[in-house]
């Protein structure tokens, strides 16, 4: 056995969100074209007095070509993803259109819009570009915005969150306005990651200076170990599940290691979005997160924000070339085809060849399952939501924007009466709790990882 040839396949091949034939992301377009060319749409979020007065009925209705996705039930927070205006051929705009815009994601307080974050570039969704283009970027987006308010706004300076960025604010009287950047630096040369704008009610602003204030997010879990059981709910059908879990939709993009991660650290309370998680695991949009990858990444991620990381079930080689052995006895058992030796050196392969009945009697071994099980009940329990990597593509699930391949999704309650584990994927409104046999749920596993806050 070529061991050193499967690592590097399983690395490459694995990856969490990555369809079995990735492709580059490209902008979806938007379904109707707007009336008037003069404005964009998403002017009216650009932080004017009238701003801050914007119902969610009238979102809808100004934003509706732009295919908005309310993110939860409650309809609290929304998101427009990488579109395209069929007018003009290009992302909306902001500022005067100048600054493309290729994600906003709207937060709305007793019924209006009370914050708004304009990803103005970032990796995942408007591809890799050179450090010089991206510096130009933040220039005509400063520019923009000097105008726009008609006041030259002040230097942040550096602030350090889930990544370091740099930032830029001004204020007006009715709005502040943060812009935000952040680069990696990696083999001596610097990755542009993204750049984004803020904008928030000066009501809402804290009444302290601006070099140690206005950030984005802040980089720490604020939840403790044991708040958390009160987010744990029962009903009457044997339903135990945690509430309150945060809604991500990763888009088009294989982000969904980073927007699961982003999901557990907003329900323990740190302000981070996908881009810096993206930033952290040096995920990209059509390769996803390699299991190496992953792990490295939850490692730093526990770290900075005050977490404790449990491998539950970590993806190791040597599982995987033991779960290989136990496929192939079943198959023989089974009279099915065994794979072969050429075959498992691509994991993903392996199992979009494997057969879903032979591949759950090769797991039913040794309690494995049972195990599992005790796992799931264990933190859901005490309100840890587990992040549950699988194999997609086994066993029908209805209509998934991804048909197979490895998938990142989150664990968020069991059902003993009906033997169910329920869960959630990063794909916005209608994802938020699903349900699936838990021998089917065992079967698809491929890793079980839980962050829990390190405070009591």
Not at 23 to 44: G, V
Not at 175 to 183: A, F
Not at 354 to 372: I, V
Request: aromatic share 8%.
């Amino acid at each position: 056995m070529q061991t050193s040839r499967l690592l590097l396949c399983a690395t490459l091949s694995l990856t969490m969100g990555a369809p079995l034939q990735a492709e580059p992301t490209k902008p979806a377009a938007a379904p109707a074209a707007e009336t008037k060319a003069s404005t964009d749409p998403l002017e009216i979020l650009a932080g004017s007095a009238g701003t801050w007065k914007v119902s969610a009925p009238d979102y809808e209705k100004a934003l509706g070509a732009l295919r908005p996705e309310w993110l939860d039930a409650g309809k609290n927070q929304s998101r427009i993803g990488n579109v395209t205006r069929r007018e003009t051929g290009k992302p909306p705009q902001i500022i005067n259109n100048q600054l493309p815009v290729y994600e906003t994601v709207c937060n709305f307080a007793d019924g209006v819009v009370q914050r708004v974050q304009f990803s103005l570039y970032n990796r995942g969704d408007a591809g890799e570009i050179a450090p010089e283009n991206f510096k130009r970027r933040i220039d005509q987006a400063k520019t923009a915005i000097s105008e726009f308010v008609k006041n030259p706004g002040a230097d942040r300076g550096k602030a350090a969150g889930a990544v370091l960025t740099k930032g830029w604010v001004w204020k007006t009287a009715d709005s502040q306005y943060l812009l935000e950047s952040s680069m990696k630096r990696q083999q001596g040369e610097d990755r542009p990651e993204f750049l984004r704008l803020v904008i928030i009610p000066v009501s809402s602003v804290p009444k302290t200076s601006i070099g140690t204030v206005v950030t984005a997010g802040k980089g720490a879990a604020t939840s403790t170990l044991g708040s958390l059981k009160a987010n744990v709910q029962t009903t009457p059908s044997g339903d135990v599940y945690i509430s309150n879990v945060p809604m991500v939709d990763q888009g088009q993009k294989g982000y969904c290691v980073v927007a699961t991660a982003e999901r557990v650290l907003r329900y323990y309370g740190a302000e981070v979005d996908q881009h810096e998680m993206a930033q952290m695991a040096d995920s990209s949009a059509a390769g996803g997160t390699s299991p190496t990858k992953m792990t490295e990444a939850l490692d730093k991620i526990d770290s900075k924000f005050k977490l404790r990381l449990k491998r539950f079930l970590p993806w190791t080689e040597r599982g995987y070339l033991d779960l290989i052995k136990d496929y192939n006895r079943a198959a023989r058992s089974n009279k099915t085809r065994v794979l072969t030796e050429d075959e498992i050196y691509n994991v993903a392969f392996a199992y979009q060849e494997m057969d879903a009945d032979t591949l759950k009697k090769a797991r039913a071994t040794s309690g494995a399952m049972d195990r599992f099980k005790k796992m799931v009940k264990g933190a859901i329990d005490t309100g840890v939501p587990l992040m549950w990597s699988v194999q997609l593509g086994l066993f029908k699930e209805g209509d998934l924007p991804q048909s197979g391949g490895g998938h990142m999704r989150l664990i968020i309650g069991y059902n003993d009466t009906n033997n169910e584990i329920l869960f959630s994927d990063s794909w916005g409104a209608g994802h938020e709790l699903k349900r699936m046999n838990a021998e089917e749920a065992w079967t698809i596993t491929s890793g079980l990882y839980g962050m829990e806050p390190k405070a009591k």
